[in-house]
């Protein structure tokens, strides 16, 4: 466990551990045993960057596959997640299970590429990353951060942050994908998600093989969103110390625009410009 500083002296405190910073409430075995970890052809993937709107996915994932609202039943995403569970606790889960991890694609587990499991690969604009990764570290408390968003958004661009920099995430998912085409790969958005959850819901199902009504498609819609799952998940993920639920803090595209200062904004793009030059992948600021 390390204390990071920003640059007034603020720290974040992570688990240093592979090359690279985690959360500290991870399972630091589980990390350093990811690259052999087993995975089976039937096991859905998700992948993320930290705050891209996994929990969210990761719901709708799970309801598809199951092709029914389980009304009553409230799971930690978390209990399915790489880096936070030992390997024997993953292998008694039963298939087909909807797994899910922020770890870059050259840590993820060999079996990737073995197996072959369906990956589901969701990204967010880096602005409303920023802001959303700044409340997580500032309201978790194993983060134990009380610095400035400016500070905070600099040491996101710096890397030195769990998962490590977003634009190397992107990067190295967006290489790993094009270098390997025999995987099957969703890739979405979260801000096509929030503007057209029926249409993006559509489509993840027809990803994962199955047919539903427009019917269904909308209940796993209204199931899913924003204020549905804050009041479902609430008891469930992290709190701040006001008692708030970092997990379902906002949920908004452009929550971003509350957050930058003018020169916050102008350094931003230009890191952004040069940073994520070369990516395909579309990302919107605004709806
Ligand atoms: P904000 O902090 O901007 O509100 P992750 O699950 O990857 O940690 O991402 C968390 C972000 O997704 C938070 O963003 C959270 O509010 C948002 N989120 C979670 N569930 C959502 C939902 N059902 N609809 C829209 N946004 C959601």
Redesign the pocket.
């Known amino acids: 466990i390390e204390k990071v500083a920003d640059e007034n002296g603020d720290t974040l405190t992570l688990l240093f551990c592979n090359g690279m910073y985690w959360a500290p409430v991870f399972n630091e075995q589980a990390i350093e045993n990811m690259r052999d970890l087993p995975l089976r052809t039937d096991d859905i993937l998700l992948c993320?960057y930290?705050?891209?709107?996994?929990?969210?996915v990761w719901e709708i994932v799970r309801i598809l596959l199951a092709g029914q609202i389980s009304h009553g039943e409230v799971v930690h995403k978390e209990s399915f997640m790489l880096e936070w569970n030992p390997h024997d606790v993953l292998a008694s889960l039963p298939s087909p299970r909807v797994l899910n991890t922020h770890t870059p694609f050259e840590l993820m587990p060999r079996d990737l590429l073995v197996k072959k499991p369906k990956v589901v690969f969701y990204y967010r604009n880096f602005k409303?990353l920023a802001?959303?990764f700044y409340?997580?570290h500032t309201g978790i408390p194993p983060f134990e951060y009380n610095g400035s968003f400016d500070a905070h958004t600099k040491l996101l661009v710096k890397g030195t942050i769990d998962h490590g920099s977003p634009f190397d995430y992107i990067r190295g998912w967006e290489k790993g994908i094009s270098e390997n085409p025999d995987l099957s790969v969703f890739v979405g958005s979260?801000e096509d998600l929030?503007e057209n959850s029926l249409a993006e819901v559509r489509r993840l199902s027809e990803f994962l093989g199955r047919d539903y009504s427009d019917e269904f498609l909308q209940q796993v819609c209204d199931f899913?969103?924003?204020e549905s799952?804050k009041k479902l998940k609430a008891d469930l993920t992290f709190k701040t110390k006001e008692g708030e639920s970092v997990?379902?803090?906002?949920?908004?595209v452009g929550?971003w625009k509350n957050h930058f200062t003018v020169a916050l904004n102008e350094w931003f793009d230009e890191i952004i410009q040069r940073e994520n030059a070369d990516s395909k992948l579309k990302f919107r600021y605004t709806l």
């Open positions: 993320s930290p705050k891209s709107g996994c929990h969210w409303d802001v959303s409340y997580h979260y929030k899913t969103s924003f799952m997990m379902y803090r906002k949920g908004q929550d």
